[in-house]
């Protein structure tokens, strides 16, 4: 990890009464840094490519109209050379026509959980098996989501602070 990325995004490295208050929680700091790295770049990505990953952090935030995080996420795709396809995933307003049925349902389970959490059953749970998803695949995705929702909402109070 040679920046932290909210840091870099935010434009947060000129501010030093940020700079301060984020350094009186190194280590949630720091935490979070690994978590993204856990997320985005696992040391084995496994069925969720490294492109695919970034293409649905994209979409999580454009559903949260993050727009600086969603082009931090653009960047990520394009050095993971995400091909016409993983641009469509990223844009929440293209439509998946001929999308596998894993990839719908893992988009539609994204939206969910992003969009409307507490409308989230075990049934969704359900689909995203039923689409061919395993246990491991769901707690990877399970990651991923919580991550980038929680990444966002951290980017939002810190804008929230540079900005006033």
Known sequence: ???????????L???PDLAALR???????RLTESS???ALHPGEPRNFSYAERAALAGRMARLWKSHELAAHYDGVLHKQDGDAASLRISDPENPLDG??????AIIRHVDL????????EKSD???????????????TLAGLIA?????????AGLRMLRDN
């Open 125 to 139: 749970i359900g689909l995203l098996y039923a689409a061919g998803l395993d246990d491991r695949d769901i707690v």
């Open 13 to 15: 490295t000129g501010s």
């Open 23 to 29: 350094g009186q929680r190194a280590d949630i700091r």
């Open 147 to 155: 991550f980038v929702n929680y990444q966002i909402l951290v980017m």
């Open 113 to 120: 959980v992003t969009l409307t959490p507490r409308q989230a």
């Open 99 to 104: 999308a596998t049925d894993r990839l719908k």
């Open 1 to 11: 990890m040679t920046i932290d990325v909210v840091d870099h995004i935010l434009g």
């Open 36 to 38: 993204y790295e856990a």
